[in-house]
């Protein structure tokens, strides 16, 4: 099991850029995928980014496609979200997760999720 605690969330003019981190505690970090999500106001949680356990392979949705890049450090235990030319439909709270598969784009299967983190982009 892991424990997953992110940061790096503000407030950002439309076109800027911020840098999510998540640090996870736990012997396994290096064994899941892992994921990004986000929800805004009334709307669901989805899927923004992904990242297999060794991060060979990554998923991005199509609306952050060129603009995001997930990363991961499994020495740091800590993975990574860089978000450039931030839109304001960008705005919401980040979470990141983690799936004991190895890699998973489907939300069912991330059952360890951190507390999340505020993103406000302005325009």
């Known amino acids: 099991q892991v424990q997953l605690v992110e940061s790096g969330g503000g407030l950002v003019q439309a076109g800027g850029s911020l840098r999510l981190s998540c640090a996870a505690s736990g012997r396994t970090f290096s064994t899941y995928g892992l994921g990004w999500f986000r929800q805004a106001p009334g709307k669901e949680r989805e899927l923004v980014a992904a990242i297999s356990y060794n991060g060979g392979n990554t998923y991005y949705q199509d609306s952050v496609k060129g603009r995001f890049t997930i990363s991961r450090d499994n020495v740091k235990s800590t993975v990574y979200l860089q978000m450039s030319s931030l839109k304001p439909e960008d705005t919401g709270v980040y979470y990141c997760?983690?799936?004991?598969?190895?890699?998973?784009?489907?939300?069912?299967?991330?059952?360890?999720w951190g507390l999340g983190t505020q993103v406000t982009v302005s325009s």
């Open positions: 997760a983690a799936t004991p598969y190895g890699s998973s784009w489907s939300r069912y299967e991330y059952d360890t």
